[in-house]
C-alpha cells in the first residue's frame, strides 16, 4: 500500500484501542470510519474532522455491517477494515454465567465473520485491500480465567491464518494483531480478575497497537511470513518461546504465570 491516504474503518473506535487507531489515522489524512455500539462516542471522537464518518455498528447484527459499509463505502472500494470491536470477561470458568460466555462469542467471533463477510466485496475492490483483525496472546495457549476469551481470540487468529490464503487470488490481504495486555478499561476493569496480570503487568497503551495498526497498512512486500504481527516486547518473546517450545513446555509457563 502506498503512503497516499486511504480509506479506513474500524469497529470498537468508541474508546481503547479502536479511538487510538481512529485518531492517528485521521491525524494523517486518511477518511476513517468509526463505528461502535456507543453512537455519542464515536460521534464525539469524530467532532470537528471532516474526513471522519460515524455511527452505531452492533457487529453481531450483519445487517448493520452492510448498512454501516454502504454509507462508508458507497459504490467504491474500502483500503482497510479493522475488526477491533471486543469483549471480556475473566474469572473461573464455571463460575461465569452462560449469557456472558455467550456474548463473549457472539461479539469476538460472530461479529469478526460478519465483518469479514461485509467486508469482502469492499477490499476486493480496493489496490491491495486490508482486512486486520484484533486479536491477542491469549490465542497463543489457554489461559485459566480467560478461558473463553482466549478460545475467541485463537477462532480469529485462525480465520486471520485460512483467509490471508484464500483471498490472495482476491488481492486482498489478511492480517493480525496480537498484543498482550493493554491499558484499557476492557482491562483495567472487565479484567481485574485475570490470573496471568498479576505477574506480567500492563505494558502496552492503545497508541502502541495503533502505531502498530499503522505499520502493518503500510508493509511492503516481503518473503513470505505469518500473517500475524506481536505487538510489544513481551508478546515477542511468548510467540517465540511458544512457537519453539512443545505443548507440555508451554503449558508449565503459562500455569506458573497463572499462580
Request: aromatic share 6%.
Amino acid at each position: 500500500m502506498t503512503s497516499t491516504p486511504g480509506s479506513i474503518l474500524i469497529t470498537g473506535a468508541g474508546r481503547g484501542i479502536g479511538r487510538a487507531t481512529a485518531e492517528l489515522f485521521l491525524s494523517r489524512g486518511w477518511r476513517v470510519g468509526l463505528y461502535d455500539v456507543d453512537a455519542a462516542a464515536v460521534a464525539e471522537v469524530a467532532a470537528g474532522h471532516p474526513r471522519a464518518v460515524h455511527g452505531s455498528l452492533d457487529v453481531r447484527d450483519l445487517d448493520a455491517w452492510q448498512a454501516a459499509l454502504a454509507k462508508f463505502c458507497g459504490d467504491g472500494g474500502l483500503d482497510v477494515l479493522v475488526n477491533n470491536a471486543g469483549v471480556l470477561a475473566s474469572g473461573p470458568f464455571a463460575a461465569t454465567e452462560a449469557a456472558t460466555h455467550r456474548r463473549i462469542v457472539d461479539v469476538n467471533v460472530t461479529g469478526v465473520v460478519h465483518g469479514a463477510l461485509a467486508g469482502h466485496p469492499y477490499l476486493r475492490r480496493a489496490r491491495r485491500g486490508l482486512l486486520l483483525n484484533l486479536c491477542s496472546a491469549s490465542a497463543l495457549y489457554g489461559q485459566p480465567t480467560l478461558a473463553t476469551y482466549g478460545a475467541t481470540k485463537a477462532a480469529v487468529k485462525s480465520l486471520t491464518e485460512a483467509l490471508e490464503l484464500e483471498w490472495r487470488g482476491d488481492g486482498v490481504r489478511v492480517r493480525s494483531l496480537l498484543p498482550l495486555f493493554v491499558n484499557t478499561e476492557m482491562v483495567t476493569r472487565d479484567g481485574r480478575g485475570m490470573a496471568p496480570l498479576k505477574s506480567l503487568g500492563v505494558r502496552l497503551g492503545p497508541d502502541d497497537v495503533a502505531a502498530a495498526a499503522w505499520r502493518v497498512v503500510h508493509e511492503r512486500r516481503r518473503l513470505p511470513r505469518s500473517p500475524h504481527r506481536t505487538v510489544g516486547r513481551q508478546t515477542r518473546v511468548l510467540a517465540a518461546a511458544s512457537a519453539v517450545s512443545p505443548d507440555w513446555a508451554n503449558r508449565l509457563v503459562v500455569a506458573r504465570l497463572a499462580r
